[in-house]
């Protein structure tokens, strides 16, 4: 560091901070800000603290079904992304020809964003979209099924299932990978000597050592999955309601920002309590599996 820079920013021990300075200037203008502005139209009315917009939330028609549908999401979502993205990871851990390949294929919902997701899906689903268009050629279907609407609540739903499960494995494959590639091999040659090969490896072996990137991306997925709203309203519109949905139409349709701050803060407390649970149990797990 030349005397002119080490002037400007001080010592070498204050380094640090300055580097941290950009990033925690962008978290308190763009997270906390909004977070405590978000927190004070919840609790705050004209007259001051109130518990009155909660109420006005909860005695809302469609508040229970989008807790419903929220939670059965989550339930739905998380566990098939992670036995899905551990598939794939264990996959693209072998050094095989094509490997390279399969990466790029389960890597591209990557690049697309959630509403883009819900327009693809909504394409196949749709009156005229491609399942109809494929099943009428066939011979199939005699008219064109309306597989999105409030007479097929449960395929409407299922829809949202395969759209985010496609769009956002990825995600939960990237983590896995990352953790796989910090096994130490001495590990898998020990058990393969002692004869632990195939599922008993990975049960026995790869799973256990997997643990803290497992609980990490079990941790993320959640958060996001009881987020989930652009593939919902992409697909099902309000015919699922989530709670992130109900705080997007509060705020620009119902024009009632308290409600909708309301929903937000609801769902912030729903994500700190499901990381707590499983930090509480999960991390209680893997820190006497390592000890």
């Given at each position: 560091?030349?005397?002119?820079?080490?002037?400007?920013?001080?010592?070498?021990?204050?380094?640090?901070?300055?580097?941290?300075?950009?990033?925690?200037?962008?978290v308190g203008v763009f997270f906390l800000m909004p977070l405590f502005q978000a927190i004070g139209l919840a609790f705050r009315g004209d007259a001051g603290f109130t518990l009155a917009y909660f109420k006005k939330m909860v005695s809302d028609v469609r508040f229970f079904d989008a807790l419903k549908y929220t939670f059965?999401?989550?339930?739905?979502?998380?566990?098939?992304?992670?036995?899905?993205?551990?598939?794939?990871?264990?996959?693209?851990?072998?050094?095989?020809?094509?490997?390279?390949?399969?990466?790029?294929?389960?890597?591209?919902?990557?690049?697309?964003?959630?509403?883009?997701?819900?327009?693809?899906?909504?394409?196949?689903?749709?009156?005229?979209?491609?399942?109809?268009?494929?099943?009428?050629?066939?011979?199939?279907?005699?008219?064109?099924?309306?597989?999105?609407?409030?007479?097929?609540?449960?395929?409407?739903?299922?829809?949202?299932?395969?759209?985010?499960?496609?769009?956002?494995?990825?995600?939960?494959?990237?983590?896995?990978?990352?953790?796989?590639?910090?096994?130490?091999?001495?590990?898998?040659?020990?058990?393969?000597?002692?004869?632990?090969?195939?599922?008993?490896?990975?049960?026995?072996?790869?799973?256990?050592?997997?643990?803290?990137?497992?609980?990490?991306?079990?941790?993320?997925?959640?958060?996001?999955?009881?987020?989930?709203?652009?593939?919902?309203?992409?697909?099902?519109?309000?015919?699922?309601?989530?709670?992130?949905?109900?705080?997007?139409?509060?705020?620009?349709?119902?024009?009632?920002?308290?409600?909708?701050?309301?929903?937000?803060?609801?769902?912030?407390?729903?994500?700190?309590?499901?990381?707590?649970?499983?930090?509480?149990?999960?991390?209680?797990?893997?820190?006497?599996?390592?000890?």
């Amino acid at each position: 560091m030349n005397q002119r820079l080490r002037n400007l920013l001080g010592t070498d021990s204050l380094l640090p901070y300055w580097l941290l300075l950009p990033s925690l200037v962008f978290v308190g203008v763009f997270f906390l800000m909004p977070l405590f502005q978000a927190i004070g139209l919840a609790f705050r009315g004209d007259a001051g603290f109130t518990l009155a917009y909660f109420k006005k939330m909860v005695s809302d028609v469609r508040f229970f079904d989008a807790l419903k549908y929220t939670f059965l999401l989550a339930i739905t979502i998380v566990p098939l992304q992670l036995v899905t993205a551990l598939a794939m990871a264990l996959l693209l851990n072998k050094s095989f020809r094509g490997s390279r390949f399969f990466l790029y294929l389960f890597a591209l919902p990557l690049g697309i964003s959630d509403l883009a997701a819900g327009l693809i899906w909504l394409s196949i689903f749709t009156h005229r979209g491609f399942l109809n268009s494929i099943l009428y050629t066939l011979g199939i279907l005699e008219k064109p099924i309306h597989y999105l609407s409030y007479q097929n609540v449960g395929f409407t739903f299922l829809a949202v299932v395969a759209a985010e499960h496609w769009r956002a494995t990825a995600i939960v494959m990237v983590i896995l990978v990352a953790g796989l590639q910090m096994i130490s091999k001495d590990y898998l040659e020990a058990a393969e000597v002692l004869g632990a090969r195939g599922w008993k490896k990975t049960w026995y072996v790869i799973l256990p050592l997997l643990k803290p990137s497992l609980q990490s991306a079990l941790i993320i997925r959640t958060i996001f999955a009881l987020q989930t709203f652009a593939v919902v309203l992409a697909l099902a519109g309000q015919i699922t309601p989530v709670l992130a949905g109900e705080a997007y139409f509060w705020q620009f349709l119902y024009r009632d920002s308290h409600v909708a701050s309301a929903y937000a803060v609801l769902l912030m407390v729903i994500s700190i309590t499901m990381t707590w649970v499983y930090l509480r149990y999960l991390g209680a797990k893997t820190g006497g599996m390592r000890g």
